[in-house]
């Protein structure tokens, strides 16, 4: 059985809290998160509409990355094919806007929605594969998607390799506080409200029984079932709760490409989001922001450093990450915070 090692910012086993465990929040936490959000908010109208619709995608894939953190980082299935979900989701919201004039905000909870089935009996019959044969399940998951949405007698509905085109929603509103709205800005102000949501989802889904009871699966199965958890209930339901999150933005990211083709959700999807979720922290919540960054930037720096051989430069920007911040981003920044508090503890300023 595979192992998932956790980020340091949720500490080794040790009574009373599980490795992975959520930590309670505190009311400074509290103000930082308020700032990082108003901070966020005021980006749009201090960057160029490119750079807007990059941190739009970055959005996107945190959430995405929350999902699959749930399934492999909290309860340690790992997933190989979460672009499939990303694509059920950003075709149920195609399909949606484009043939049934659905508004955009309704399709994102109905893409959700869909994606937490589909996911929840994907997750049925998962439960008798483990480690690396769960792997090759989801693996194959991910690549006969994209040749599925590709299918000539589906084609009335997913436009075969042709794909739909949407259109970007105008805002509801010409300005806000002054400031000028225009469909890239007010998606990604609306990106903004559904991640911060979906996190606090997350957050409070994590830290409660649910949360804990993935975790005493995923380091103790035998344990855990000993003390009446239902663990076949709770595997499934990691997946439909992971699914459903990576459905969500499968969702906005639709709709911030305006465009979706089965070409668009191939196997490298998957993979890109197994490498963001590892290099963000693992059963790391603050982790999938980091690896949402990496995801979306790191393959322009690279394709910036060298024209010709672009994946060389980001194969090698990863491995210097891995090896620099074995534990991930959030975990490195979390053993530097912690070196810093025992340093201040030892050496208090002088009166």
Not at 183 to 200: G, K, Q
Request: hydrophobic residues 55%; charged residues 10%; positive net charge.
């Amino acid at each position: 059985m595979s192992t998932v090692t956790p980020s340091p910012e949720l500490a080794p086993l040790a009574p009373p809290q599980a490795a992975g465990a959520v930590r309670g929040w505190s009311p400074a936490w509290t103000v930082v998160a308020v700032l990082v959000v108003l901070a966020a908010a005021a980006l749009p109208f201090l960057v160029s509409n490119y750079r807007v619709f990059q941190f739009s995608m970055v959005l996107t894939y945190a959430i995405a990355l929350l999902g699959l953190n749930i399934l492999t980082g909290y309860n340690g299935q790992i997933s190989l094919g979460h672009g499939a979900f990303y694509a059920i989701g950003a075709y149920v919201t195609a399909i949606l806007m484009d043939q049934h004039n659905v508004p955009y905000w309704l399709c994102v909870p109905a893409a959700g929605l869909v994606c937490l089935v589909v996911g929840f009996l994907f997750g049925l019959p998962a439960l008798r594969l483990e480690g690396v044969y769960l792997a090759l399940a989801t693996f194959a998951l991910g690549v006969a998607l994209p040749q599925v949405l590709k299918y000539k007698h589906l084609e009335q509905w997913t436009g075969g390799v042709q794909g739909i085109s949407l259109i970007k929603p105008d805002p509801p509103i010409a300005s806000l506080f002054g400031l000028k709205l225009n469909p890239d800005r007010w998606f990604y102000l609306f990106a903004l409200f559904v991640t911060v949501l979906m996190f606090i989802l997350g957050w409070n889904l994590l830290r409660g029984r649910v949360g804990r009871a993935l975790i005493a699966i995923r380091d103790q199965p035998i344990a855990a079932a000993t003390m009446g958890i239902d663990t076949a209930l709770y595997k499934s339901l990691a997946f439909g709760v992971s699914a459903m999150f990576t459905g969500v933005a499968g969702a906005l990211g639709a709709i911030a490409v305006a465009f979706v083709a089965p070409d668009s959700f191939t196997i490298f999807l998957s993979i890109s989001l197994l490498v963001g979720m590892v290099v963000g922290g693992l059963a790391s919540i603050t982790g999938a922001i980091w690896g949402a960054m990496f995801i979306q930037f790191v393959p322009n720096v690279a394709d910036q450093v060298s024209k010709a051989a672009p994946w060389a430069i980001y194969g090698a920007l990863m491995i210097l990450f891995m090896y620099v911040m074995p534990t991930g981003i959030a975990g490195a920044l979390r053993l530097a915070s912690q070196r810093w508090r025992r340093r201040a503890r030892r050496h208090p300023p002088a009166a």
